[in-house]
């Protein structure tokens, strides 16, 4: 099946970007790549992520942020359905952004691995973008300046708190997204689940998530299994 090519004439070049609740996988895109980056969370329910030849497994507060050339769509996990939000960026304000965080290393990673990163946000973090993308619908109508602005500090936040590498060299430094993984394995079903159910929840390798576990708690997860933290 070959990809639908989407422009960005569906976004307001002075909003720079917009945001849809994609209510079921039924009404979601066949297979896509577009001339813009884009935000999506899950807001409910499971699905699986067909992108550049990989698939993920996604569920209920998994925000993947697509690059324009990332091929993908959404499809049943099963029975499961899925309820999401869509949030596209025009090329011109992610790079505006980019260049305001830092140098082009921080996230030359971001931008080029194969598979695009992932984070798994917590309960009050999900309702707190759905806030935001919903904020923006009603500024957008009401005052597109400030509308553009704010979803500008929203693009900001996300790139800083989830994907790009933090420049804070100290090693006491816990990134926003292990302490939201470490949250979500509190859950029973995540902590049952065990190890490869925590790589599949953080969206980095498990040499990653390693790395962190030896840095912070001076031991690896085989480790804590070893002592029955872990299934």
């Not at 899950?42 to 569920?59: A, E």
């Not at 500024?139 to 300046?145: P, Q």
């Amino acid at each position: 099946m070959s990809a639908i090519r989407i422009p960005d004439v569906y976004i307001d070049p002075d909003l720079e970007s917009n945001a849809d609740l994609i209510k079921s996988i039924k009404y979601a895109t066949p297979l896509h790549n577009h001339v813009f980056y884009e935000f999506f969370l899950i807001t409910s329910g499971k699905c699986l992520h067909f992108v550049n030849g990989q698939t993920q497994r996604l569920s209920e507060g998994a925000l993947v942020f697509i690059r324009p050339e990332d091929t993908h769509c959404h499809e049943y996990d099963g029975k499961n359905d899925c309820q999401f939000i869509n949030s596209a960026f025009m090329n011109k304000a992610i790079a505006e952004v980019l260049d305001f965080q830092g140098e082009p290393s921080d996230f030359h990673e971001l931008l080029t691995c194969l598979t695009p990163p992932y984070a798994m946000l917590s309960s009050l973090e999900k309702e707190h973008f759905m806030s935001c993308c919903e904020d923006f619908r009603v500024l957008s109508t009401l005052d597109k300046k400030s509308a553009r602005i704010h979803i500008r500090g929203m693009l900001a936040a996300l790139l800083t708190r989830y994907f790009l590498v933090c420049r804070d060299k100290k090693n006491d430094y816990i990134p926003l997204w292990f302490e939201s993984l470490l949250t979500q394995m509190q859950k029973q079903e995540n902590f049952t689940a065990g190890i490869e159910k925590m790589y599949e929840l953080s969206g980095r390798s498990s040499g990653h998530v390693n790395r962190l576990f030896k840095q912070h708690f001076g031991i690896t997860p085989a480790g804590l299994r070893e002592k029955k933290f872990f299934s």
